[in-house]
T-cell receptor
Framework: DQQVKQNSPSLSVQEGRISILNCDYT??????FLWYKKYPAEGPTFLIS?????DKNEDGRFTVFLNKSAKHLSLHIVPSQPGDSAVYFC??????????????FGKGTKLSVIP | DVKVTQSSRYLVKRTGEKVFLECVQD?????MFWYRQDPGLGLRLIYF???????EKGDIPEGYSVSREKKERFSLILESASTNQTSMYLC??????????FGDGTRLSIL
């Protein structure tokens, strides 16, 4: 049973526009959420995170929004750039205590930013 | 910056061989992880270790074992390689409650 779902396998966006990547989770024990970016033939790179005490976290062009009641988070990239073309993984875990070592990943969304 | 180094970027082995994948981190992190990544399946945890000589099974440990004799090094062992273990293998380390940091991966082909 998938605990973390990224329902869009791929997304194409024009350069300069907003990219919105979505992620849904089922386990209410998850309270720390991360986004990773992965280029082909490289390991995932940590992008941005948010804990459940917040509903928004911003870092430059990247903003993550968390809706706890809907068990939904999204990553906004504004403005999108061709170098943002990569696979984006949503990941989550309990912030502390049992299971806090182990990340559960979504299957990823491949973002293509068209020049 | 955290550096996680995987010993090989590409590896080709034969069915039935014993295969060792090595990973070293330079940040004195307690926690280390092995994942495999397959198209359409995301990252799946094979094993992790929270201290020297300690290990825990992840979601897909069958056909694999691990070794952590020193804090900086975490090895993944395929006891008898099979073609369904052809995959991208990713090692990660984590200190405290920080995000996991990944190596660049080993693309393993089993023929």
């Amino acid at each position: 049973d998938q605990q973390v779902k990224q329902n869009s396998p791929s997304l194409s966006v024009q350069e300069g526009r907003i990219s919105i990547l979505n992620c849904d989770y089922t386990n209410s024990m998850f309270d720390y959420f991360l986004w990773y970016k992965k280029y082909p033939a490289e390991g995932p790179t940590f992008l941005i995170s948010i804990s459940s005490i917040k509903d928004k976290n911003e870092d430059g062009r990247f903003t993550v929004f968390l809706n706890k009641s809907a068990k939904h988070l999204s990553l906004h990239i504004v403005p999108s750039q061709p170098g943002d073309s990569a696979v984006y993984f949503c990941a989550t875990r309990p912030y502390s205590g049992a299971g806090s070592y182990q990340l559960t990943f979504g299957k990823g969304t491949k973002l293509s930013v068209i020049p | 910056d955290v550096k996680v180094t995987q010993s090989s970027r590409y590896l080709v082995k034969r069915t039935g061989e014993k295969v060792f994948l090595e990973c070293v981190q330079d940040m004195d992190h307690e926690n280390m992880f092995w994942y495999r990544q397959d198209p359409g399946l995301g990252l799946r945890l094979i094993y992790f270790s929270y201290d020297v000589k300690m290990k825990e099974k992840g979601d897909i440990p069958e056909g694999y074992s691990v070794s952590r004799e020193k804090k900086e090094r975490f090895s993944l062992i395929l006891e008898s390689a099979s073609t369904n273990q052809t995959s991208m293998y990713l090692c990660a380390s984590m200190g405290g409650n920080q995000p996991q940091h990944f190596g660049d991966g080993t693309r393993l082909s089993i023929l």
